[in-house]
C-alpha cells in the first residue's frame, strides 16, 4: 500500500477555511494595487494605519521571542522570531520614509475602530497565560496574510502603480516569503505534539487573524465600520 504523507495543521486549516483565507489575500484593495485601479487615498489611509498597528505588531513579537525562549523545544525558533524582529526595525523605518513621500503625516493619523479591535486582540494575545503554540499561530497568519497578499500583486501580468511597486516587494518578496514558511513549519511542529484543546483554540485565532485582516483592508474605504 502507498504511504500518503499525513496533512499538516496548517494545510488542513488553510483547506477547510480557504474562502475566509481568500477573502483576507485577495481582498478587492489588494486586488486594486495589483490591477492599477488603486485610489490613492485609500492607499494613504492604509499607510497611515498600517504605521499604527506595526507599532503595536513589536510588542507582540517581542512576547512571542519570550514565549520562544521559555516553552519551545527548538532552539531554532529564536532565530527565526529575532529575524522578524529585525525586518520590523527596518519597516518602521520605511513606513516614515513611504509617509512622507505620500504627504502623510504619521503624528496626526487617528486609529480606527477596526485597528483599535487588531491592536486590542494583539494585547490580549501577549498574556503569559496563552500558550506559546496559540500565539505563534496566529503570528504566522498575520505575517502569511501580508505576504501572500502582496506576493499576488507581484504574480505576472501585475499593472502595479510603480509609486506602489516598493510596498508590494516589501512583503511580497521571496525572502519574506521564506521567513512565512519557516513560522509556518514552526507553528505545525508545535501543533503536531499539542492537545487537541490548544489545536482548537489555535483554529479559534487563526480564524480571527483572518477576520482582523479583512476588517483591516476595508478601512482603507474610508467609511467608518462599527
Ligand atoms: C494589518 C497588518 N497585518 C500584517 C502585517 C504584516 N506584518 C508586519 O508588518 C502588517 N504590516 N499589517
Redesign the pocket.
Known amino acids: 500500500m502507498e504511504e500518503t504523507a499525513k496533512k499538516t495543521v496548517t494545510e488542513t486549516w488553510l483547506s477547510k477555511h480557504r474562502f475566509q483565507y481568500k477573502g483576507a489575500t485577495r481582498h478587492p484593495f489588494i486586488l486594486s494595487i495589483r490591477n492599477g485601479s488603486v485610489n490613492f487615498s485609500s492607499f494613504k489611509r492604509w499607510l497611515g494605519q498600517?504605521y499604527i498597528?506595526?507599532r503595536s505588531?513589536v510588542p507582540f513579537a517581542a512576547s512571542i521571542l519570550m514565549k520562544s525562549c521559555k516553552e519551545s523545544s527548538d532552539e531554532s525558533d529564536m532565530e527565526v522570531i529575532l529575524g522578524g524582529m529585525a525586518s520590523?526595525n527596518d519597516?518602521i523605518n520605511w513606513f516614515k520614509q513611504q509617509a512622507s513621500k505620500f504627504h502623510v503625516s504619521l503624528t496626526s493619523v487617528v486609529p480606527q475602530n477596526a485597528n483599535v479591535r487588531?491592536c486590542k486582540f494583539l494585547e490580549n494575545l501577549m498574556s503569559s497565560e496563552i500558550e506559546y503554540p496559540v500565539a505563534i499561530t496566529a503570528f504566522w497568519a498575520?505575517?502569511a496574510?501580508?505576504q501572500e497578499s502582496f506576493a499576488h500583486c507581484l504574480e505576472e501580468g501585475n499593472k502595479i502603480p510603480q509609486e506602489l511597486q516598493a510596498t508590494c516587494e516589501r512583503?511580497g518578496n521571496a525572502g519574506f516569503g521564506a521567513y512565512c514558511r519557516s513560522l509556518r513549519d514552526i507553528v505545525d511542529r508545535c501543533l503536531q505534539n499539542a492537545s487537541q484543546e490548544v489545536i482548537s483554540k489555535a483554529e479559534v485565532f487563526f480564524l480571527s487573524v483572518v477576520e482582523h485582516?479583512v476588517e483591516?483592508w476595508n478601512m482603507s474605504n474610508g467609511e467608518a465600520s462599527v
Open positions: 498600517d498597528f506595526v505588531f520590523l519597516e487588531y498575520i505575517e496574510v501580508y512583503w485582516e483591516f
